[in-house]
């Protein structure tokens, strides 16, 4: 499976990000990593041009909300090959955030699956289950 990756917007959490790539080549995914400072539209672009699987944005500083709010509506000027997963975790709000308040909230947004403040392995394990359901 492919995965595309990165950190949105202006956060520049290099050793996250990287631990990340780390983590789903130790599971076997193929990963193009976008790197930090990445606009919606460049991970949109990197999975029709790679043709992932999943689409998993990171973000630390908690301001993914303002950087992800229109992926519903971007999605629907994409023409994607297949099913794709939208996957984002990290620190998704600025101070402290209701997770219950949070999730629905970026489910909204077009995101499948939702980690605020998830352990890395936790998120991917639930990622791998979900993909593992969804075949």
């Not at 595309?4 to 990593?33: M, P, Q, Y």
Request: net charge negative.
């Amino acid at each position: 499976m492919k995965v595309v990756t990165g950190v949105v917007g202006n956060d520049i959490h290099v050793v996250a990000n990287r631990l990340i790539e780390i983590s789903l080549k130790e599971r076997g995914f193929t990963v193009f990593n976008l790197g930090v400072n990445t606009y919606l539209e460049e991970f949109l672009d990197a999975v029709v041009e790679t043709d992932a699987d999943v689409l998993l944005i990171s973000s630390l500083n908690g301001e993914a909300e303002g950087w992800c709010r229109d992926l519903q509506i971007l999605k629907k000027s994409y023409r994607f090959r297949k099913r794709v997963v939208f996957m984002i975790g990290g620190n998704l709000g600025v101070g402290e955030m209701d997770p219950t308040t949070l999730v629905p909230k970026f489910k909204g947004y077009g995101f499948d699956l939702v980690f605020h403040q998830v352990d890395l392995n936790e998120g991917l394990d639930k990622l791998e289950a979900f993909l593992k359901e969804s075949v």
